[in-house]
């Protein structure tokens, strides 16, 4: 845990310039809240969380993004009580603009998944970013550049060394503004090395009212060499309410 919060104290800013789109309209500051849940009784009860907080943040030429996410799922059935999902993470990236579409990011993840195989996973990347549109609505952008991963296994992993990977980091992002009220986007993140980890997300979200929208979501990630034999690709469908600020 102390490699991310290190990393994330690196990515703080400590200048100040400029104007973008990274936080719509005159704020300097805003994001996003998404919460969903499944609950279910009878034959067999379920219970599943799923929650997400995402803040952005503009600081002169620095551009700033703080993630926080997890899920949780558990099944009981005849009595007995089962966990089927249980999954964290927490990140940050800087962002440094030289001007509107060219940037330098620099980024750092933390991730919990005991049923990917893994205790931990730290993620951190360095490079360069390109925008080729954005609009405030719509958006498609670049980045690239080397990277590091390391993986602490499970106690009982079959893997008993500690993984470390450098890595080439790739990440792309689109969005499109469908209507006034509706947004679809896609973000592609992979890196490289001596395996390959992908995750993709894509989203729907609708307008409701106000700043509150309904959002569907397809995640997968999915990995060339799974630990522990657990299977390559992993799939997460939500439908969750997102609030917006």
Known sequence: ???????????????????????????????????????????????????????????????NEYIVEGLYKKDESDGKSETTASRYQIGAQGNYRFDEDNYMFANATYENDRFRGFDYRISTAAGYGHKFFDDGGDLLKAEFGPGYVYTKPLANSS?????????????????????????FSQKMTA???ERLDVRSESALSTKVIGALAM??????????????????????TTLTLLYSF
């Open 191 to 193: 890196d490289w090395g």
């Open 1 to 63: 845990m102390k490699h991310i919060i290190g990393s994330l104290f690196i990515l703080l800013p400590c200048t100040a310039m400029a104007n973008s789109n990274w936080v719509p309209g005159p704020a300097t500051f805003g994001g996003t809240t998404e919460f969903g849940g499944t609950f279910t009784t009878g034959n067999t009860k379920t219970s599943s969380i799923k929650g997400k907080v995402d803040l952005k943040h503009e600081l002169g030429n620095w551009e």
């Open 215 to 236: 959002k569907f979501g397809v995640t997968v990630r999915y990995s060339s060499k799974p630990l522990d034999e657990k299977k390559s690709t992993d799939t997460e």
């Open 159 to 183: 893997a008993n060394e500690n993984d470390k990977n450098l890595v080439a980091h790739i990440n792309a992002e689109f969005q499109k503004k469908i209507s006034e009220s509706a947004t």
